[in-house]
């Protein structure tokens, strides 16, 4: 296991499509392993492949030490209902800070590290957090998104 560089605001490749990952194999495993331990290293919720240069769908999230890590990929949303305001942040984008509207519950469909189908419904910060690493297999940063007039930028 190693922990990857992430990808920071102006690296072009945060702004393109990631692909579906066709084979699960021992080099798909060994790069969730490794963004498990990157998520962990910087403290976030969740990373998206394409943040550590890898264009594939595929997303960890982890909400804290008493909650499950997800491994989710390919992930597909089946519905989302509600909006919820939230401060939001990314590792791609260090330091800066912005309110951002989510979904309130969302439910997707997706294959876990072993190639098993699984559903899950977020609500709250696993909802916000789906959201916001799917964003990024679509190319999309939450920077683009945020309620104008919210940003923060906390100073080193």
């Known amino acids: 296991m190693a922990i990857r560089s992430i990808r920071t605001e102006g690296d072009e490749i945060l ?34 492949a394409v943040q550590v240069g890898i264009l594939k769908q595929i ?3 982890h909400e804290g030490e008493d909650k499950p890590i997800y491994v989710l990929i390919n992930p597909e949303i089946i519905s989302q209902t509600g909006v919820q305001v939230v ?7 260090p330091n800066k800070f912005a309110k951002i509207e989510r979904p309130e519950k969302i439910k997707i469909k997706a294959l876990d590290e072993n190639g098993k189908e699984i559903i899950i419904t977020g609500k709250g910060l696993l909802a916000q957090a789906i959201s916001h690493e799917l964003d990024h297999l679509n190319g999309e940063v939450f920077i683009d998104k945020i309620i104008p007039g919210t940003l923060e930028i906390i100073k080193q």
């Open 59 to 61: 997303v960890v999230i």
């Open 15 to 48: 702004k393109k499509k990631s692909k579906k990952v066709e084979v699960i194999d021992e080099k798909i495993k060994e790069l969730i392993k490794d963004m498990i331990e990157t998520l962990h290293k910087y403290d976030g919720v969740g990373l998206a």
């Open 87 to 93: 401060e939001e942040g990314c590792l791609s984008f």
